[in-house]
């Protein structure tokens, strides 16, 4: 069984800072690839960032320049670290990863989402 754990949502005014985490756990023996999307109100989820095991990223060109995805292959874990947020960026943002099992298993899996609410 594997799990993703998200952490770090909160509310924010215009132009401030917040960090998310997102923590993979369990029966796991690669993690490909690892992701931030979000979904705000009346609207389809959309990608954020990406970053690969090997360490190339893409972003939303919304975020490009304000948001940094990382990732310590070590620990499991993604982070997504947010600058100069927008209203716009208001959302409940989801972690993603494309994880292979200890049985050689490959699956895509999704943590239950943190609400990010920029507003003054």
């Known amino acids: 069984q594997v799990q993703l754990v998200e952490s770090g949502g909160g509310l924010v005014q215009p132009g401030g800072s917040l960090r998310l985490s997102c923590a993979a756990s369990g029966s796991i023996f690669s993690i490909s690839y690892m992701g931030w999307y979000r979904q705000a109100p009346r609207k389809q989820r959309e990608l954020v960032a990406t970053v690969r095991s090997g360490g190339t990223t893409n972003y939303a060109d919304s975020v490009k320049g304000r948001f940094t995805i990382s990732r310590d292959n070590a620990k499991n874990t993604v982070y997504l670290q947010m600058n100069s947020l927008k209203p716009e960026d208001t959302a409940v943002y989801y972690c993603?990863?494309?994880?292979?099992?200890?049985?050689?298993?490959?699956?895509?899996?999704w943590g239950q989402g943190t609400q990010v609410t920029v507003s003054s």
């Open positions: 993603n990863a494309w994880i292979t099992g200890t049985f050689g298993d490959e699956f895509d899996y």
